[in-house]
């Protein structure tokens, strides 16, 4: 099965740390919404290989989803369900701002089969929320939440951001605690990263904001991973922690190098060995779509070497790495050679946990993911050759 995501290209107001792709001029929401529903349709006349796929997954994401009419979205929805085999347990996840919705548009959203929601809460304090340059307030945050319960939602996401300026322990647990007791079957905790070209980037770099130094946030992700697992949410992704069951099945296709096709500017998509993404332009994915062409901007074939990287650093910053549809994929065992002994070196010193099937990272692992995703894959290309 694969998935579909959709991005929705617009805010009320950007966030100071978000480098998504997205614009502040509502006014071109109902001409993006009509094109979006013409990319489908020219991309399924242009597609024979999607002919035999099936989807179980659609991901509204932005940008910010909740800002359009349910009916804008039933409209993408009722498209989708035209031009693609689409599965009758599909999981249909919103991203929603808790300052864009209200009771009777959650209620809405829930009559036209979205069933799932993601809050982009990121903190439970106004002045943190202000300081981000969040439209919403804490208060906004904790009504939806219930609203959403009370609109029949049972799978219900919510996003929190460490590493605040000033932030402690203390506060971030905090945080933590409040979503644990809104009793979210599923929580995204991410550490505040600095991009460059955003309005954050230029304070840190002036100095006008300082950020907490590498010990406070290994501290800060420390917290979140006991909180959240004591709390009984399965840490099933660096960043990503569910109630068993309430896995977040799209994202998991991202990190299981699984088939999704992406629409909507700046989309990106991946079938195969194949990537590619679409301008991250409104104007010129407007143009595009206008002249009856897809608004692809570039896209790239991963060689088998690259399939192989990629499948281990996706596969060690989620569930673990597959061991048998590792061999299936590329032929060879991935505990083959020099990596084996480098893996029962990471064991003994409790980084990684190997059983029959997988290769999976421990808590300790988590913190220092990339370090040894680079050093794994460094073997792997040596095993390979
Ligand atoms: S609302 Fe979300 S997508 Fe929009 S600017 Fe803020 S973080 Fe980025």
Sequence with gaps: MSGIYIHIPFCERKCIYCDFYSVEDLGWIDSFVNSILREIEIFRRESDFIETACFDTVYFGGGTPSLL?????ERILNSLYKNFCISQDVEITVEANPGTVNREKLFSFRKVGINRLSFGIQS???????FLGRIHTSKDAVECVKFAFESGFENISVDLIFGLPGQNVRD?????????????????????????????????????????????????????????????????EVSNYAYEGFECRHNLKYWKHENYLGFGPSAHSFWLNKRWW??????????????????????????????????????????????EKFKEKFGFDF????????????????????????????????????EIAVNLISKIKYVSR
């Design 335 to 370: 505990l083959g050679g020099e990596i084996r002994e480098e893996l029962i070196e990471l064991e003994k010193l409790g980084f990684v946990e190997i059983d029959n099937f997988k290769v999976r990272l421990t808590r300790k692992g988590f913190s220092v993911c990339d």
């Design 69 to 73: 009419e349910v009916s804008q979205i």
């Design 172 to 236: 971030w647990a905090e945080n933590l605690h409040k979503a644990i007791e809104l009793n979210v079957p599923h929580i995204s905790a991410y550490n505040l990263i600095v991009e460059s070209g955003t309005p954050l980037y230029e304070l840190v770099r002036s100095g006008e904001v300082k950020l907490p130094d590498e010990f406070k946030q290994a501290e800060l992700y420390e917290t979140t991973m006991e909180t959240l697992e004591d709390a009984g949410y399965i840490h099933y």
């Design 124 to 130: 439970f304090f106004d002045e943190d929320l202000k």
């Design 278 to 323: 679409n301008v991250a332009n409104l104007n010129k994915y407007l143009k595009a779509i206008d002249l009856n062409k897809l608004p692809i901007a570039n896209f790239e074939i991963l060689d088998a070497e690259k399939m192989v990287e990629e499948f281990i650093y996706l596969g060690l910053r989620s569930t673990g790495v597959d061991l």
